[in-house]
C-alpha cells in the first residue's frame, strides 16, 4: 500500500474547511477551517498545511446539482480550487459533496447528543467527509 498525503477542501463562501489522512490513506480527520478573506491569504494558509501535511493532491467538494449537473456554485468552487491548484502546484480531483454540510451537522449531533451552531466545525467535518469518500473511492479502485 503507497503512502499518501491528501487534503480535503469543503470550500464555502465564507470559510473553507480543511481535513487531511493519515499516510496510509485510510483515515480523514478535519484540521482546521480557514476564514476567507482574498485569494493570497487563503491561498498562504493552505500552503502552510501543504508544507506542514507534505500534501501531494487537493480533493475538493463539488456541490452537484440534484440532476448530477454542475451549476454557477460549483462552477465558482471550481475556479477557485484551479487557482489553489496552480498556485500549490498540486493536482486535484472532485467529489460530489452533496449533503456533506448537512451529514456532518448529524454526526456532531451525535457525538454531542446536541446539534451544533459552529460553522467553523461543521465546514472542518464536512470536509473530512469529502475527503473519506475519495479515500474510499480510491480503497474501491485499488481492489478491482
Request: proline share 2%.
Amino acid at each position: 500500500m503507497s503512502l499518501i498525503s491528501a487534503l480535503g477542501l469543503d470550500i464555502g463562501s465564507k470559510r473553507i474547511g480543511v481535513a487531511g489522512c493519515d499516510g496510509l490513506g485510510l483515515l480523514a480527520t478535519g484540521l482546521t477551517t480557514i476564514q476567507r478573506s482574498y485569494f493570497v491569504k487563503d491561498l498562504e494558509q493552505l500552503r502552510s498545511l501543504v508544507v506542514e501535511r507534505q500534501a501531494t493532491i487537493l480533493v475538493v467538494g463539488l456541490p452537484y446539482l440534484a440532476n448530477g449537473e454542475i451549476g454557477s456554485q460549483a462552477k465558482q468552487i471550481q475556479k477557485l480550487a484551479q487557482r489553489f491548484s496552480k498556485a500549490l502546484n498540486l493536482p486535484i480531483e472532485y467529489v460530489d459533496e452533496r449533503l456533506t454540510s448537512y451529514e456532518a451537522e448529524e454526526l456532531i449531533k451525535a457525538e454531542r447528543g446536541f446539534p451544533s451552531r459552529n460553522k467553523s466545525l461543521i465546514d472542518r467535518k464536512a470536509a473530512a467527509i469529502i475527503l473519506q469518500q475519495w479515500l474510499n473511492m480510491r480503497k474501491k479502485v485499488a481492489k478491482t
